[in-house]
């Protein structure tokens, strides 16, 4: 059974859309002879109803110390790997994948839906390169966070910092440009 986490007029941050909103409606969802709802989901005004997964207080952002809208939007992902089973072959038959008879998606959506995944066939032609790219992409959110903290730490302290540890800084600042700032974004061939 549900209980609502949230209220009516109640200022929320909204993870998949990534934009703070009020509650304007809590919609429980009944089943007949139960007494309590099945689950409940929120109205926040933005075109679709929101589970409570997606949503976050406003009191649980202001604990975040001293957080900003990127670090807070990081730490919101839970991009995890899932282990799809692969339906053309079966563990039998791939007994030198690293996960005989499943492949790796990862999920980088609180529902399951979105994510990144590979066809069966370059799967097969190297599983373990695939394993290790799942792994890289699933940690990505928290790589981006440890490249912002070295690159606040050495803003802070500029003229402190060794030549290596520069070298690392100037690396980490090239990587956030390259996700946060759009128009250093390759451009695409118009065809």
Request: one cysteine or more; proline letters at 6%; glycine letters at 8%.
């Amino acid at each position: 059974m549900a209980k609502a986490l949230f209220h009516k007029s109640q200022r929320v941050y909204v993870k998949p859309v990534g934009t703070w909103a009020l509650v304007e409606k809590v919609l429980p969802h009944w089943v007949k002879d139960v007494e309590e709802p099945l689950r409940v989901t929120y109205d926040v005004g933005l075109g679709r109803e929101f589970t409570a997964g997606e949503l976050v207080s406003e009191e649980v952002m202001r604990r975040r110390e001293g957080g900003n809208s990127a670090d807070d939007a990081v730490e919101l992902e839970n991009w995890r790997i899932y282990r799809a089973k692969n339906r053309w072959q079966d563990g039998d038959e791939v007994a030198s994948h690293p996960y005989p008879g499943t492949f790796p998606v990862v999920m980088t959506d609180e529902n399951d839906w979105g994510g990144w995944r590979v066809p069966g066939s370059e799967y097969d032609r190297d599983p373990s390169k695939i394993e290790y790219q799942a792994r890289l992409i699933m940690n990505a959110p928290r790589m981006l966070k440890v490249c912002r903290q070295l690159s606040e730490y050495a803003s802070r302290h500029s003229g402190e910092l060794p030549e290596e540890l520069q070298k690392a800084v100037r690396n980490c600042q090239g990587i956030l440009r390259h996700v946060y700032e759009v128009g250093d974004s390759p451009k695409i061939a118009a065809e």
